[in-house]
């Protein structure tokens, strides 16, 4: 999953287009309506919906969101009585939070809105495949080869997966490509695995791809995928290739190979505990005679792993 940084939002009624995370686009579309959390909490009564202001103060604050029906029904309302787009607000909430057992048994698992930067993309397209099994795969290895072109842009990113089921019956994995200039892939193939449903949103360059695997997994079975990403030809310039990962992995090896044309005078390994907290470079990697520079570890934690390379 590639991640880039982004223009910081604009202000004012015109910032909502811009707001990725439900709270931001809630707290944008009531400064522009210039109501009180008061007058909202009436207006939602009047309408027979019970909702604390305490509640209303904590969804536009990002402290928490709403997910249960009774809530979902309230957030329908706020978009007709803040006179927003059908959907605005319920498209950003993306798929729900990991609940029960799966959250309790994932020590350290973030969510999407931590370690991505295009979160509410991620997930309106994860809400419309209806990724029902997040969380519920361990990972064991991640093994991703990143080919920069002779005009310095990104050629393919080939991925393959191991997985541990956690529980039977678990038989699909969404991925996500990223990539911040919304230069979506024109390519993707998979291996022992099928493509099921595929969604984009152009605007933000996501693209998020349903595999499904050869049969229903039994719990602790281990299942292997394979799948790329490509662009035919003129890809998007690009400088770093970084990984989001929501879940600890056992191993993590990265490769990046790059033509004999176009070599960078510098690579460094990065890593980001939240999208929100600059990369740190950890450490300056060697290029190879074969033009390549990879990072491999072990235990990795949730977070944004990544290289990234100067050209001059």
Same mark, same amino acid.
């Given at each position: 999953?590639? &991640? ?6 604009? *202000? ?106 295009? *979160? ?52 699909? *994995? ?11 892939? !024109? ?14 949103? +152009? ?32 890809? +998007? ?22 033509? +004999? ?19 740190? !470079? ?9 033009? &390549?520079?990879?990072?491999?570890? &072990? ?14």
């Amino acid at each position: 999953m590639v &991640t880039r940084t982004r223009t910081a939002p604009g *202000h004012g009624q015109s910032g909502l287009q811009y707001a990725d995370s439900f709270g931001e686009a809630l707290r944008t579309a009531i400064r522009a309506r210039g109501l009180s959390l008061d007058r909202l909490h009436a207006r939602l009564a009047e309408r027979g919906i019970r909702v604390s202001v305490a509640s209303l103060s904590n969804w536009q604050r990002g402290r928490c969101r709403p997910e249960r029906a009774h809530s979902l029904h309230a957030v329908r309302a706020l978009e007709q009585i803040l006179g927003m787009p059908q959907e605005s607000l319920v498209a950003r909430l993306g798929p729900p939070r990991p609940r029960g057992r799966w959250a309790r048994h994932v020590p350290g698992a973030l969510s999407y809105l931590d370690v991505s930067p295009v *979160h509410g993309s991620v997930g309106r397209l994860l809400g419309q495949i209806e990724h029902t099994a997040d969380g519920q795969l361990e990972w064991l290895s991640c093994h991703e080869r990143f080919q920069v072109g002779p005009d310095r842009e990104e050629r393919s990113v080939h991925t393959r997966l191991v997985f541990r089921a956690r529980a039977d019956g678990i038989d699909r *994995h969404v991925v996500v490509h990223h990539n911040e200039l919304g230069r979506l892939p !024109d390519t993707h193939h998979c291996a022992y695995c099928r493509t099921g449903r595929v969604r984009t949103d +152009p605007d933000a360059g996501v693209t998020a791809v349903e595999l499904l695997f050869e049969r229903p997994l039994q719990r602790r079975e281990t299942y292997v995928v394979e799948y790329e990403f490509g662009y035919r030809e003129g890809g +998007p310039p690009t400088d770093f290739y970084q990984r989001w990962f929501r879940f600890p992995a056992h191993h993590y090896l990265l490769q990046v190979q790059f033509d +004999p044309a176009a070599l960078p005078i510098r690579c460094y390994r990065n890593w980001q505990p939240n999208a929100s907290t600059p990369a740190n !470079d950890l450490t300056e990697l060697r290029l190879t005679n074969w033009h &390549t520079v990879h990072l491999a570890d &072990t235990l990795i934690r949730p977070g944004v792993h990544g290289i990234r390379w100067e050209w001059n």
